[in-house]
């Protein structure tokens, strides 16, 4: 039995056969619509999300499976005091895989330890959100044809911004890949990252100011100033718009630029930028559903000729 904790967790050509199935799924999706027939997700979800839960439930009702599960901590027997570990004891009796989002960082491994059942983890705390790192991977292949050769800006929330955090630790593994880190002083990027990538020797700047970085780019990861994370309302407040993405940072950018982004975005990319050919966050939300089709099939061991 295999879980998802991080996207280390599969190496580069598991990843790679991953994104073939993903990319044969978009374009025989027929094929797999009966594929998990009699199979059941469980979405354990103990903080508040749009596109992961309904991207994984879209997924599971693609290939022909059904889902049950919670979106809200409240209204499980967590809030009676029952902890991850029995609570994946009993979903394992209920669902054949289970997805399981959680405030708390390592959480999800808590439960894969206790699971009869594959977990994966839907993003614990500002840890790691393995499965939007298979979706951003996803999209920059099938938008830009590689996943190497990158010059990747990542700006905002890099401190707590747990996106981020997995997307580095995946995109380490490509041939050069140079990361600039675009971050009010507040908000950078933790030491144990830029550890780690000394010690790969992956080259990094860190800025402060997106309009000084923005030519240099092929990729221009957003992510949002996370409320949520913040211990006091007054910082949050002071950094929230810290960054606002617009037309007019947008022409100083390559043409070829792609501008992702996780989602949910509050001010960090104005709206007037959708229409930008480049703006690629709302088509990451469908890759997102294919990728995780993908993963669905390949924990469960699923094979579709
Ligand atoms: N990208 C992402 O994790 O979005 P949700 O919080 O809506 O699931």
Redesign the pocket.
Known sequence: MRHLMSPLDFTVKELSDLFDLAEDIEHNPAKYSHACAGKKLATCFY?????????FESAMLNLGGNVIGFSDAGSSSAAKGESVSDTIRVISCFADICAM?HPKEGAPMVAAEKSGIPVIN??DGGHQ?PT?TL?DLLTIRALKGRLDNFTIGLCGDLKFGR?VHSLIHALVRYENIKFIFISPEELRIPDYITDMLKQRSVPYEEVIRLEDTMADLDLLYMTRVQKERFFNEEDYVRLKDFYILDKTKMKLAKEDMLVLH???RVNEISVEVDDDERAAYFKQVQY?VYVRMALILTLLGIHVD
Request: aromatic content about 0%.
């Open positions: 903080e508040p999300s749009t596109r992961t839960r309904l991207s989002r839907a993003g959100h939007q979706t996106t996780p989602l949910p997102g």
